[in-house]
Structures are given as structure tokens and as C-alpha cells.
């Protein structure tokens, strides 16, 4: 049963405040712990994009591989925002934040990966009748 | 000064647009006339025109949304008897105009009608399904509205100033570029379109949030009824996808104001990318319509079957189903782009796929009606009739959903005749089912149910006979959107669609009929009991219509059925739960944000339209304004006391306590 | 008309008692209450968290927005039509610039908002400043790089791909803009009214929106700037 049908002062049956969280709102701590966690974050995002700089700048690593690199770089980096400015968590109270930005990354995926490929298949039927549409199929 | 705007934009050689906009301006002006005659001014806009009650602004939904389909039923008889005329010789329409009326017809009925139905149900009965007393976010609840409001108005005065697009429902470039459609006529479609989506993004939004923060106590997901939980379905793909119809339209706009290059077949534009970006929006769109149907239609199975839902946890996992793979179907659009075999077998299988999840729903609604005392109410003749039109939808889409047989069938009237099959078999049989189910909710009377039967035997039949003969001409070669016809074999099957659109034509006069006679009966057909049809979610235990609060005390839901619980206890110990504690409640205020937003919309749709920049810059600021008025507000709530709560309530009370009191005189309680 | 009313639950209620099996109805899952409005049975949710919550949804449309414009880029980017291509056009160094200037913004952003859950006023109207101003030279450093190119000749109607290019980092570019408007209307609204629970509500919401715009230039910064340079 509801823990509010034996409190009657509470009529309105709203709900406590730490029972649920939303994104980037920041729960009751101590002064220091959210600037701490803020220069955790900043930490980590400057290491990961100097990181993702430097490699698209350098021969270090196999060339081929650089934007793939890139991409995994970007995506760490989303994911320390995600977890050190917006607070999203794994806990229990957070699990309708994860699961709409589950639903979110999937349309978004959905949309880009879809049209991309979608679109590689436009002048797949067809022979390329100018120099410029030869030009395009180059990927 | 005034842009492109001139004189010469009104159309005085063209009688038909003229004739209509003076008899809508004539009408307009005298129910401005009546309402200032007999000083409804202050009570309309109090009551309605700023309210941010989630019942009024579902009702005004509901009447913007009944306009407009009747605006587009004009469109649809025009354009078919113009078909029928038009065999072998010119008809009475030119081909500029009949282009600019299947574009209307289209945008209209989708956007504007359908749309506005549907977020008019969600918005009125989400909150009272799930126990709770408004959406989350009232005031921008009415933004959405209004907004809504604003295109539709944008669209309606492309009748008399200017023109309408003509490339059809979805502006595919490269015609709809400045290079081969210069006019207004998409600048219309694309504001409007532009400013009523960002609406329903915002009803989106709050359905959304409503629905998984905003449940009475008790009400855990799995007790949620099934309407509840198709409108989450439906929020969330608006959520997903009205986004990409927002991007898809800027970027035709930038294409077609400034001059650049998403989607023109010149300097590395890609036409298709629009064709592609559209449909990604343009499919679920249509889930978006019909899953809050299919809502409707098991509500009001299961209340009209006396049983529960059958299958009601498969109900929820097909709603959601339907919810994912409806936005990994949209190439199944343009399987003629000539995509390779892997891309059309992909697109070509999941939308086979998700008729997987229409399936499981329309057995667990044949299995409700199976064993269960079935009452032939007229919401119950709607749902019926929509599972056979329904069924045969389905399967024809299930045929086009195959790419070689896509190929042949490929804009014909096939095709035309299969989307009309689902969304007139499922949408809007289920906005007249729920209509007619939820009017004595709503306005606190029945209506007649005698005019009722006839307006779905007349929607019903009238239907097959207009679409039939569209489904034979698809299979024999006719395409779609033909000014003229130049093969005399067809005419006879035009004609019988034009016998059926005479049929459709009587039905919706005995809809118009139903409402005048239950308005001068409403003393007769008056719902005292909140509950007229023995319902099972909480909607029904609030009063006919719910005070504006909705619910005196929050309830407290114990399992699925939350109200059915509520009254079975109530009858078998023959009394009603024990009076509560009244409390004062906090409401929100009223406010004229919504409206005044969607002035300065409209205001900033025309000037952009008619490229007037001056104006659309002074509406922005105006609009920017007006919202940083409405965040300096003091007040924003208001407290309505408990002595007032506690009123409602006890006449809510005596009102059931005397039904009570009278079956059991009758002897009719166990 | 129709003769409806209690009758019909009585059969009812002797339905459901000769279906023992309540086919599709059988309890499920646990029945004691899980914390957490979200997926429990507690009630609704306090006004704080529905904001956030539903900013959070409005978020996700945003970022969906975004991935149209980015669909677009990736479609588009090889159709120069014969005019410059991506390497000719991007300034690592620059970029460079913005990012760490629009990294540091979000960082003294959200210090902003402990200082507000500290209830200091000052120091969230300092870090607000901050925020804003450091997002002020982001926009500035964006409009130089706009002017550079357009003086090369180098617009969006030029082809497809720089369309699609200044239309991504445009956009991103116009959602920092309505941001420091924003920003400038709540500095002010704390200034007359202090901090009133909607005031920190759209804190909150602000908060959101400003981390989510940088996410979005990771994004750009990433697959535009690096991976076109490269």
C-alpha cells in the first residue's frame, strides 16, 4: 500500500523529494561535494578532448583508425557530461532519466546511421550517367 | 512596406475560394455578433480562451479538430466529384486549383483535424484516468493549443489571401523549391505546419511527463488503463519525431528564403534527403494517430463487453512495440527510390512486422467481446465496423508493405484507398466511437444514440462504396491526384465513389442532427450518476462534467481497473467508502500566455509568408515579451477551500448514495 | 436510448467470479511499493522534479533536432559542386578556442548551481556572468569564423556540403544565442524576485540546456571539425 494512506497530512500525496530526482538537479550534499564533482568533470573533459585534438593532429596512431578514435573520444566525453553535470546515474532513483535518454540516443541513432545508409543506396540502381554523379559515388 | 503582399493576392477570378472565404468570414462575423450581443465575452475568456483546465482545452482540441475535418470533407468532395466529371473533358476545377485542394485535403484532415482530435482526447482524459488534477505543465498546455490553433488559422486564410502549396501533403522538393514553386503557396504550408508542430511538441511533452510523473497513489504502471498507456505510446513518438518534421521544414525553408542547398537538384543539393527526412516523421505520424485509437476502442470494448480487457499486459506490450518499430518502417514511402536489396528487405520486413503487434490487438479485442455481455451502444457499433474496415486496411497495407508488389501499386489510388482505409476505418471511426463515448463526461448529457446509429451505418457503408471502387482503379492503373481522366473505362467506378461520398455526405448531417437534438433534449438524456455506460477506469467516478479540480481527494488505486474495484465494493456492501478529510487545493491560474503566443505566431507565420521582415521582427520581440511577463508573475496558484472541495464532494456522494439506494430497492444488488 | 446503468456490473461481478483464471489478469511482479515516483505507486512527483523531468524530455526532441541537421552533414558533406571542401575551410585552432571556452562556460555553469542550492545569490550571479560572458566569446569566435569564410566567398549557397555546415554549427550557434538570452532573463529575475522555488526550477532547466549544448558541440567539434580536417 501507498506509505501516504496512513498520512493524512498529507493530502495531496506528493512525493519526497529523495525519493525521486530529476536531471541535473543536484540532491542535498554538502557545499563542497558538487564543486568537487564539477572539477572531476572539468578534469576528465579537458584530458579527453586534448586527447581527441591531439590525435587529429598527430601520426601516432594508424591513420585509418583516427576517426574512430575520435568517435570513441567523443563519445566518453558525452558520457562524463552526462554523469558529472547532468547527474545521471544508475541508481534507482534515476531509472525514468536513463530510460528516456535510452529512447532519445535511439531515435537519434535511428535517424543518423538510417539515413546515412539510406542514402549510400540512392544511385545504387542506377549508372552513373555524368562525371559529377561518378564524382558523388565516390565515397 | 508589405512585402509581397498586394491586392492581386486575393484570387477574384477564381469564384470557389472567394464564395467560400465570404460565407466563413460571414459566418465568423456573426457568431462574433451573437457572443458580443449577448455579453459571453468575459465567460469565454476566462473560461475558455485562457483556461488552462486540461478538459477545456481537450474540448477546444476537439472543436478545432471537427472543423477542420469538415473543412477537408469539403476538399474530399470537390476533388471526387471533379473525378467524375472530369472524363475526357476539363471538369470544374483548373489544375492549379484541384493541385491546391488535395494538398489542403491532405495537410488539413493529418494535422489539423486528426491531430487536433487526438491530443484533445489524450489531453482531456489522461489526468483523469491516472487519479490526478491537471497535466503537468497547465499554461504551456495552452501554448500547445493555441498554437495548434494559429496554423490551422494560417492555413484557412491561404483561401482568400494568396494561394495554397500544390505539391501535395508533403512538400517534396524539388518542386516545392523556389525554382519551380515560387509563389506562397508552400511558404503557407510551411508555417503553418512549422508553428502547429512545435504546439504538438509541446502537448507531447506534457503527456509524457504527466503520464510517468504524475500518477495517484497506487497507480503503478501496470494498472494504468490501456488509453493512458497508448497516449504515453503515441507523446513519445511525438517527442521522437515532430522534431524531425521541425528540422525537415527549416531546412526547405532556408532552402527556399536564402537561397541554399539542402534539397534542390542543383550546386550538391539532395532532393530525397527530404523525401528521406520527411517519411521519418511522416510514419510514426500516422502511429501517433492511430495508437491512441486503438486506446479508445479498448476502453470502450471492455466497458461495453462488462468484462476486463482481455490480454491487457499483451495490449501494453503491443502498444509499445508498435511504438519502436514505427520508426524503423519509413523507407516503405519511396521503395521506388531504387534502393538496393538490402535496405528495401530491411524496410520491407519490419513493416510486415509491426502488423504483428495491430494483430495481437485486434484478437485481444475479439476475445474481450467473446463470453462478455455485449451492449450494441453506438460507440460499440464504431468499434465494431472499425475491426472489419480495420482488418482489410491492414491487410492492403501488409501487400504494399512488399517492395516488388510496392513497385506496381506505387501511387495509385491503391494505395490512396488503403490510407484512407486505415485512418478513416481506425482513426476516425475512434474519435466518433469515443465521441460519442465520452460526450456525457465531457458536457453532462448523452447524446442521442437514434441519430447516432444512423451516422455510423451512413459512415460505414458510405465508406466501402467510396473506397472500393478507388482499391479496383488502383489494381487497373489509375495514380493518384488526376485533374482529368483520359480513360472513359474508369468512369463508372468514379461514379460509384461519388454515390458514396452522397452516403458520407448523409452521415455527417445526421452527426450534425444528433448533436442539435441531444442539445434541445438535455434534460432528458442528463448523465446524473458520472457514470453512464458502467465504466472501469477512475474518469467515471468523478461527476458529469468533473469539477474543474477533477478529484475532491486524490483516490488511492488498489489494482488494475482502478474504478471498477472502487464500485464493486461500493455494491456489494452497499454503501460508499467512508467520507474523507476535505483539504484546500491548489490550482493553477489562469492565464492569457497561450493566446497571446499564438497572435504573435500567427502574426509572425503571415509576415514571414509575405517576406513583411519588419513585422515578423516585431512579433518575435512582442511573443519573447509576453513570456517574460508570464515568468515575472507573482501568483500562480490559487487555493480552492476545502468547505468548496468538500461541496463537490458531497453532492458527488449523494448523487451515487440515491443510485445506490435504488438498485437495491429494485432488488438488482446481490 | 439506452437502458445502462449498475445492472450491468452485477452480471459483471458474477463474470469475474466464474473466471477464475482472469485470463491476461493475473497479479504481477512484486506488489510492495519500489521507491521513486518515476515507476512506483507513491503519487505524483514533487514540482521540482516534474520541471527538470520534462525539460529533460524537451532536451531530447532538441537533440533530435540536431541529428537531422547532423544526417544532413553526413549525407552531404562530399557534395562540393566543385567549390572548397571540408579541410579548406576549418581552423583547428579556432576551434580549439571555442571548445575550451564552451567547456570552461559549462563547468562555472553548474558551479552557478551549487551556489544556488548554497542559497548565495552572489556567487550564483557571478558564476551566471561568467557563463554568460564566456558563451558571449564562443558566439563571437563563431561569427569571426563566419565573416572569414564569407569574405573568401565561402556561403552556404555556395553547395550542398557548406550548407549543411553552417546549418549544423548555425543551429548550435542560435541555441547559444537564445541561451544567453535566457541566461540574461534569469539574472535578472534573481535579482528582483532572489530565489523562488520556479526560479530555481528553471535554474534546473537552464543547467540542462546549457550542458546539453555542450554535448551537441562535442558532437560538431568531433565529426565536423576534427574528422573534416583530417
Given amino acids: 500500500m501507498s506509505n501516504l494512506a496512513s498520512d493524512e497530512e498529507l493530502p495531496t500525496g506528493v512525493l519526497d523529494n ?14 563542497g561535494h558538487w564543486v568537487r564533482h564539477a572539477n572531476l568533470g572539468l578534469t576528465l573533459s579537458i584530458l579527453l578532448t586534448a586527447g581527441a585534438f591531439f590525435l587529429a593532429g598527430s601520426n601516432i596512431i594508424y591513420g585509418p583508425a583516427v576517426p574512430i578514435a575520435l568517435i570513441v573520444l567523443a563519445i566518453a566525453q558525452m558520457g562524463v557530461h552526462l554523469v558529472f553535470f547532468l547527474h545521471i546515474t544508475t541508481g534507482p532513483d534515476n531509472t525514468n532519466n536513463v530510460l528516456a535518454l535510452a529512447f532519445g540516443i535511439l531515435v537519434v541513432f535511428l535517424i543518423v546511421i538510417g539515413s546515412i545508409w539510406i542514402m549510400d543506396h540512392l544511385m545504387q540502381n542506377m549508372m552513373p550517367t555524368r562525371m559529377e554523379d561518378m564524382m558523388q559515388m565516390q565515397p | 512596406m508589405f512585402g509581397k503582399l498586394d491586392l492581386s493576392a486575393v484570387p477574384l477570378s477564381e469564384p470557389i475560394p472567394l464564395i467560400t472565404s465570404a460565407v466563413v468570414i460571414l459566418v465568423a462575423l456573426g457568431v462574433l455578433v451573437l457572443i458580443t450581443v449577448r455579453g459571453w465575452w468575459p465567460y469565454l475568456w476566462h473560461d475558455w480562451i485562457t483556461s488552462v483546465d486540461h478538459k477545456r482545452i481537450g474540448i477546444m482540441y476537439c472543436l478545432l479538430g471537427v472543423l477542420m475535418l469538415i473543412r477537408g470533407f469539403a476538399d474530399a468532395i470537390m476533388m471526387r466529384t471533379q473525378q467524375a466529371v472530369a472524363i475526357n473533358a476539363e471538369g470544374y476545377l483548373t489544375p492549379e486549383h484541384y493541385n491546391q485542394i488535395f494538398t489542403a485535403h491532405g495537410t488539413i484532415m493529418i494535422l489539423f483535424g486528426a491531430m487536433p482530435l487526438v491530443l484533445g482526447f489524450m489531453n482531456f482524459l489522461v489526468p483523469l484516468q491516472l487519479g490526478v488534477r491537471d497535466v503537468a505543465f497547465p499554461t504551456f498546455n495552452s501554448v500547445g493549443f493555441w498554437l495548434t490553433a494559429s496554423g490551422a488559422l494560417l492555413i484557412n486564410i491561404s483561401l482568400l489571401i494568396g494561394e495554397f502549396a500544390r505539391t501535395g501533403w508533403l512538400p517534396y522538393p524539388p518542386l516545392s523549391e523556389t525554382a519551380y514553386s515560387p509563389g506562397v503557396g508552400v511558404d503557407y504550408y510551411l508555417w503553418a505546419v512549422q508553428i502547429s508542430g512545435i504546439g504538438t511538441l509541446i502537448t507531447g511533452i506534457n503527456i509524457v511527463t504527466t503520464v510517468l510523473k504524475m500518477r495517484c497513489p497506487g497507480m503503478s504502471y ?17 517527442v521522437a519525431v515532430f522534431p524531425v518534421l521541425t528540422a525537415t521544414l527549416a531546412m526547405l525553408t532556408l532552402d527556399r528564403y536564402v537561397g541554399w542547398h539542402y534539397f534542390t537538384n542543383t550546386a550538391g543539393g539532395n532532393p530525397m534527403m527530404f523525401v528521406n527526412l520527411i517519411w521519418a516523421w511522416g510514419h510514426p505520424e500516422v502511429y501517433i494517430l492511430i495508437l491512441p485509437a486503438f486506446g479508445i476502442f479498448s476502453e470502450i470494448f471492455s466497458t461495453f463487453s462488462g468484462k476486463p480487457l482481455f490480454g491487457y499486459r499483451s495490449m501494453v506490450a503491443a502498444t509499445l512495440f508498435i511504438c519502436v518499430v514505427s520508426l524503423l518502417v519509413w523507407l516503405h514511402h519511396f521503395f521506388t527510390m531504387g534502393a538496393g536489396a538490402a535496405v528495401n528487405t530491411f524496410f520491407g520486413i519490419s513493416s510486415s512486422i509491426i502488423a504483428v503487434g495491430t494483430g495481437v490487438k485486434i484478437y485481444n479485442w475479439i476475445f474481450t467481446m467473446y463470453g462478455g455481455r455485449v451492449r450494441f451502444e453506438v460507440p460499440m457499433l464504431w468499434s465494431m465496423g472499425f475491426i472489419f474496415t480495420f482488418i482489410i486496411g491492414g491487410l492492403t497495407g501488409v501487400l504494399l508493405a512488399i517492395p516488388p508488389a510496392d513497385f506496381v501499386t506505387h501511387n495509385s489510388l491503391f494505395l490512396v484507398a488503403h490510407f484512407h482505409n486505415v485512418i478513416i476505418g481506425g482513426v476516425v471511426f475512434a474519435i466518433f466511437a469515443g465521441a460519442e463515448f465520452w460526450f456525457p463526461k465531457a458536457f453532462g448529457f448523452r447524446l442521442y444514440a437514434g441519430w447516432g446509429k444512423v451516422a455510423f451505418w451512413c459512415a460505414f457503408i458510405g465508406f466501402w462504396v467510396t473506397f472500393t471502387p478507388l482499391y479496383i482503379l488502383g489494381l487497373e492503373g489509375m495514380t493518384r491526384r488526376l485533374q482529368h481522366i483520359n480513360v472513359p473505362e474508369w468512369g463508372p467506378w468514379l461514379y460509384v465513389s461519388v454515390v458514396g461520398v452522397a452516403i458520407l455526405i448523409v452521415g455527417v448531417v445526421a452527426q450534425v442532427v444528433q448533436l442539435v437534438v441531444s442539445i434541445r433534449d438535455r434534460e432528458l438524456l442528463r448523465d446524473v450518476t458520472g457514470d453512464p455506460w458502467d465504466g472501469r477506469s477512475l474518469e467515471w467516478a468523478t461527476p458529469s462534467p468533473p469539477p474543474f479540480f477533477n478529484f475532491a481527494v486524490m483516490p488511492n488505486v488498489e489494482g488494475e481497473e482502478a474504478y471498477w474495484g472502487i464500485k464493486l465494493r461500493a455494491i456489494e456492501t452497499q454503501q460508499l467508502a467512508p467520507e474523507p478529510k476535505y483539504a484546500p487545493i491548489e490550482m493553477p491560474v489562469h492565464s492569457p500566455v497561450g493566446v497571446y503566443t499564438a497572435f504573435f505566431a500567427t502574426v509572425f507565420g503571415f509576415a514571414m509568408i509575405w517576406h513583411i521582415w519588419w513585422l515578423a521582427i516585431v512579433a518575435l520581440v512582442a511573443a519573447f515579451a509576453g513570456f517574460v511577463v508570464f515568468a515575472w508573475r507573482d501568483v500562480h496558484e490559487f487555493e480552492v477551500p476545502a468547505e468548496e472541495v468538500a461541496r463537490a464532494e458531497r453532492a458527488r456522494r449523494a448523487s451515487r448514495e440515491a443510485l445506490l439506494r435504488k438498485l437495491s430497492e429494485e432488488g438488482a444488488l446481490p | 436510448m ?23 489478469h493475473r497479479a504481477h511482479g512484486p506488489a510492495e511499493i519500489i521507491a521513486g515516483a518515476g515507476h512506483g505507486m507513491t503519487g505524483p512527483a514533487s514540482k521540482r522534479i516534474i520541471v527538470g ?47 575550451a571556452v564552451l567547456l570552461v562556460s559549462s563547468y562555472t555553469c553548474m558551479l552557478s548551481f551549487a551556489a544556488t542550492n548554497a542559497r548565495s545569490r552572489l556567487w550564483t550571479q557571478v558564476f551566471l556572468a561568467a557563463t554568460g560572458i564566456l558563451g558571449l566569446v564562443f558566439i563571437l569566435l563563431e561569427l569571426q569564423e563566419f565573416a572569414e569564410l564569407a569574405a573568401r566567398g565561402i556561403t552556404p549557397q555556395r553547395s550542398g556540403m557548406l550548407t549543411s555546415f553552417f546549418g549544423l554549427v548555425g543551429l548550435h550557434g542560435l541555441h547559444v544565442s537564445a541561451g544567453l538570452l535566457w541566461l540574461g532573463t534569469m539574472m535578472a529575475q534573481i535579482l528582483v524576485k532572489g530565489f523562488r522555488p520556479e526560479i530555481v526550477h528553471r535554474l534546473i532547466c537552464f543547467n540542462l540546456f546549457w550542458h546539453a549544448l555542450d554535448i551537441v558541440w562535442i558532437g560538431i567539434f568531433t565529426i565536423v571539425y576534427l574528422m573534416g580536417a583530417g
Avoid at chain 1, 530526482?21 to 554538502?30: A, V
Avoid at chain 2, 497516449?231 to 513518438?237: G, N
Avoid at chain 3, 532536451?59 to 579541410?87: E, W, Y
Wanted: hydrophobic share 45%.
Fill in chain 2, 222 to 238: 501496470l494498472r494504468m488503463p490501456v488509453f493512458t498507456w497508448t497516449a504515453l505510446a503515441s507523446c513519445l513518438l511525438i
Fill in chain 1, 18 to 31: 529523495r525519493e525521486d530526482h530529476s536531471p541535473g538537479d543536484e540532491p542535498l550534499e554538502d557545499a
Fill in chain 3, 2 to 24: 439506452t437502458e445502462t446503468g449498475l445492472p450491468a456490473s452485477v452480471e459483471a461481478i458474477r463474470r469475474v467470479r466464474e473466471d477464475p483464471h482472469r485470463l491476461g
Fill in chain 3, 53 to 99: 523531468y520534462g525539460f529533460w524530455i524537451y532536451l531530447l526532441s532538441d537533440i533530435v533536432v540536431f541529428s537531422c541537421f547532423f544526417a544532413a552533414f553526413a549525407v552531404q558533406r562530399g557534395a562540393t559542386a566543385g567549390g572548397p571542401t571540408m579541410d579548406q575551410i576549418i581552423e583547428v585552432p579556432r576551434v580549439a578556442m571555442q571548445t
